[in-house]
Each structure stands twice: as C-alpha cells, then as structure tokens.
C-alpha cells in the first residue's frame, strides 16, 4: 500500500507500508526519518499518528499513538 509520511520537521517522502499489524506498521522509503520521530502517515482512507521505534536504512517500524 503506497502512503505518505510527514515528518516533525514538515518534510514529506512518498513510502510503501509493507506490513500493518495491532498498534504498528513497516514502511520502505523512510529516508530521513530519525528513530524515536513523531510522524504522520497519511492513506488514502486514514491519517496515523505515530513514534518511530527502529530505522534500518530506507526502512522503519513504528507504533501508532492514541
């Protein structure tokens, strides 16, 4: 599923979220994005609030907040 993630600093990059789970979700395409980061993902049907838990290259996990 294709996605978009802003940043806390505003910035925006197009990412792919490669897994969904309860509370928590994958993406690739995460450059820039810093490990304990408050992002935004946004989807086509859902905006996520979420803290960035891990960063492996373009790759990063996180959990959702609220």
Known sequence: MSGKVVSSNGTSH???VCS???G???IEGAE????G???LLLLPD???EASVRWVVG???GAVALG
């Open 14 to 16: 197009r990412v792919t």
């Open 20 to 22: 969904l789970a309860d």
């Open 24 to 26: 928590g979700f994958r």
């Open 32 to 35: 820039g994005i810093r490990n």
């Open 37 to 39: 980061e408050k992002i």
């Open 46 to 48: 859902a905006v996520v």
């Open 58 to 60: 373009d790759q990063a």
